[in-house]
Every structure is written in C-alpha cells, then in structure tokens.
C-alpha cells in the first residue's frame, strides 16, 4: 500500500473556455476554484497562455487573492511570463512548451534546448520563492537534465499514457522516470489527459507526489457538478493507491 496522499491538483482552464467563448463573466473559473478546494483539491493550476484564449491575467491575479490552498501556475518561459509570475508569486510555476497554433499542450518541454534560458528564469523563480517545475515527457534524459538545471520538481507528460492506458510501454516509461526523479531528488507530478476511467495506474505510481488534472473535471462537471467530479476523482486515486 502506498500511504502517501497523492495531491490533486485541479486546472480551471476549461472553466475560463467557457467563459471565452463569450467573452463575458461567467462562468467564472475563481469560483469554480473554490468549489473545487472545498470539495477536496490540494491545489488550484491555471495555464496563462500566450494568446489569453482561456485564463486571462485578471483571473491569475484574482486566484492568487482568493485561493486558500496552493497555485499552481501554468506557463511558458518567457520574459513577459517570468515577470507576471514574480508580480503574482504563486507557490509553483510550470513551465510549459507552448505554441500558439496547438490545441493543448503538445508533448513535454525540451529542456535540453535552452539551458541558460531556462537556468535564468529557474534562479529568478526559487530566489522569489517560487518552486519550478518544468513539464517533460517520461524520459530519462529530461529527467537528468531538469535536475542539473536546478529545477524544483518535474511534471510527467501522461498524454502518450492516456491515449494508450493499456499499453505497458507508457505506463513503463512513466514509473522508470518517476522512480529516477525521485532519486535524484526532484519532487515528481503528473498530468495530461487524465481521466477517472485512466487515473488509477498513474495514481499508483509510488514516487508522483501530485496529479494536475483538468479537461476530464470540467467535462464532468456538466453532468454531476464540479465538486462531485473533483471527489469522484478523489476517489479513483485513493482506491488505486491503496490497491498497490
Ligand atoms: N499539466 C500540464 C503541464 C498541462 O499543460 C495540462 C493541460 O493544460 C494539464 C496538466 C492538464 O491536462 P488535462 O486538461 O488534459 O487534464
């Protein structure tokens, strides 16, 4: 059994979408975060795009007043990106690969492309007292690298993983890359793609501290509400935890 709570993140991404497809003020992806940490979520993750297309800068800053638990945020390394991070000051930033013309978050960050780049904005984020995680596919060499460039903890890119749940080739690069984070002493996340059908080999993976979870949640929450689906997935994790 794996006794460790495994902590769920929730991103409100998809709340903001919704929003956007209107451009009004409802819903609103605030509020939908404090449902979610009243319903049991760990921690609250927004992806701050470049092109605003769902979170916008006013709910970054509003989440950071009024979320009771941790932020998570969500975004690419660049200049104007860093600077919004140090104004805001979440307890984590994520950094993501992103281009304007995907749908979602393609594929995990290269970390091996721009160390100096990635170095500077790493240093800047830890001296203000941010934790950096940076979101790479499950492999070994991204895996070395994130920890010589000093990174808090690395995300695992789960999307190979949920296209493919019963394949064991994923889930096997997941577990290889979450057991080496941790022994090279990165915290270790996870996230993309999954689902309540697909989390449970995930969640039972002993070393992923943290499940960063959204489009499954929001598209849950037409049918049952979100704070159902946020314990719904709750659920589905603890059961696979204890199950190993
Ligand atoms: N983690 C990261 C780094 C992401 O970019 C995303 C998507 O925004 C997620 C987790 C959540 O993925 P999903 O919405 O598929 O649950």
Redesign the pocket.
């Known amino acids: 059994m794996t006794n460790s709570h495994q902590r769920l993140y929730i991103?409100i991404?998809?709340v903001a979408t919704v929003r956007q497809a209107r451009r009004t003020v409802e819903p609103d992806p605030v509020a939908a975060a404090t449902i979610c940490e009243e319903a049991g979520a760990d921690g609250i993750?927004a992806?701050l795009r470049e092109d605003r297309r769902h979170i916008i800068d006013d709910d970054v800053y509003r989440l950071a007043r009024s979320v009771k638990t941790v932020l998570n945020l969500?975004m690419a390394n660049t200049a104007e990106m860093v600077e919004i991070a140090l104004r805001v000051r979440p307890y984590q930033v994520?950094l993501?690969p992103e281009r304007r013309e995907e749908i979602?978050?393609e594929g995990g960050l290269d970390v091996t492309r721009d160390p100096a780049g990635l170095v500077a904005s790493i240093t800047r984020l830890q001296a203000a007292g941010i934790g950096v995680s940076l979101?790479i596919d499950p492999d070994e060499r991204m895996v070395r690298a994130s920890r010589d460039l000093g990174a808090t903890a690395v995300?695992l890119?789960t999307?190979t993983y949920?296209h493919h749940p019963t394949d064991e080739m994923p889930l096997r690069a997941l577990q290889a890359a979450a057991a080496l984070g941790a022994t090279l002493g990165l915290h270790v996340h996870a996230?993309?793609?999954?689902t309540v059908a697909n989390v449970g080999r995930v969640a039972a993976i002993p070393a992923i501290e943290e499940l960063?979870?959204?489009?499954?949640?929001v598209g849950r929450a037409i049918f049952i509400g979100i704070a159902a689906a946020v314990r719904e997935m709750r659920v589905a994790m603890d059961a696979a935890r204890a199950s190993t």
């Open positions: 991103n991404d998809h993750t992806h969500e994520t993501v979602t978050t979101f995300e890119h999307g949920a996230g993309h793609g999954l960063n979870i959204g489009h499954a949640i």
